[in-house]
């Protein structure tokens, strides 16, 4: 009973981390870059991860150009 108990507990406090960081990566692109609330809303927390890694990348590469093209899919 007591580990069913502690593995809900520590499952419930997984789920709100994961969620606190996804919405944290949200915010990050909707104040950066200007893209749409709803639109980053739809993606799971994997490909928002997955777009943030991709911008880094490309900013590294000083690619203004390839950054328009992969944030604009994303803006209101």
């Known amino acids: ?8 507990l520590l ?3 997984f789920a709100i981390i994961r969620y606190i960081i996804s919405s944290s990566g949200i915010r ?3 104040d ?3 893209m749409d609330q709803q639109k980053l809303r ?3 927390f994997k490909d ?3 777009l943030r890694k991709n911008i880094q990348k490309i900013r590294k590469q000083n690619d203004d150009f ?3 093209e992969l ?3 994303y803006r209101p």
Not at 1 to 8: D, H, K
């Open 48 to 50: 928002i991860a997955v």
């Open 11 to 13: 499952l419930i406090a």
């Open 71 to 73: 944030v604009r899919k």
């Open 42 to 44: 739809k993606l799971k």
């Open 28 to 30: 990050y692109l909707v």
């Open 1 to 8: 009973m007591l580990f069913a108990l502690i593995s809900t």
């Open 32 to 34: 950066t870059y200007g």
């Open 66 to 68: 390839s950054l328009e």
